[in-house]
Structures are given as structure tokens and as C-alpha cells.
């Protein structure tokens, strides 16, 4: 079990019970990896809306901070397991490189 996912869950469920509307959440961006992260962030993600059915915002500048921070792959194809929760992504405060030799 995951201490942080456990209180996570328990407050959305609190929220979602006070709330007349769906509830959907957004990633966050960590800048700097945690010397006891044990869960990979898709898990974490998985694992919450598995949990409480809340929704997603995909914010794809948190997903490279998070990345970038971890060293890991921005684009981890176990995100795809989130594909039906995500309802709305955005992509600001980052621009894509320009694409060269085309």
C-alpha cells in the first residue's frame, strides 16, 4: 500500500460525496524526485482513478517536468492504460522543439 495514495483517495471520496458533479483531477508536475517514491506516476494514476472513478485533466507539461525530474520517458506508453479517465489534456508553458531536416 501507498501511504499518499491512501489519504488521496479517502479526501476525493470525501469530495465526490460533497460534490453535485463529476470530480477530475489534474497531474501535477514533480520537479524533483522523492528519495522514497515507490510507485511509478501511470500506477499512481491508475491505481487512484481505479480506486475513486474520478477523472482526469492530463496536463502534458506536468508529464515532462515529472519526467525530465525522474529521468524517466516522457512519453511512458503505460499512460495509455489512463486513455477512458483522461477528459481533457492541455499542453501550456512548454513548446514543442522545431522539427529539423524536413
Request: proline letters at 8%; a negative charge.
Amino acid at each position: 500500500m501507498n501511504p499518499s495514495l491512501d489519504v488521496l483517495a479517502d479526501n476525493l471520496r470525501i469530495a465526490q460525496v460533497s460534490l453535485p458533479v463529476p470530480l477530475a483531477v489534474e497531474n501535477i508536475a514533480a520537479t524533483f524526485a522523492w528519495p522514497e517514491d515507490t510507485i511509478a506516476e501511470p500506477d499512481f494514476l491508475t491505481e487512484l482513478v481505479e480506486r475513486t472513478g474520478v477523472r482526469l485533466v492530463l496536463d502534458v507539461a506536468n508529464l515532462y517536468a515529472s519526467a525530465a525530474a525522474r529521468g524517466s520517458e516522457i512519453v511512458d506508453p503505460e499512460f495509455t492504460r489512463l486513455t477512458e479517465a483522461v477528459r481533457s489534456a492541455q499542453a501550456l508553458g512548454r513548446s514543442a522543439p522545431p522539427v529539423t531536416g524536413a
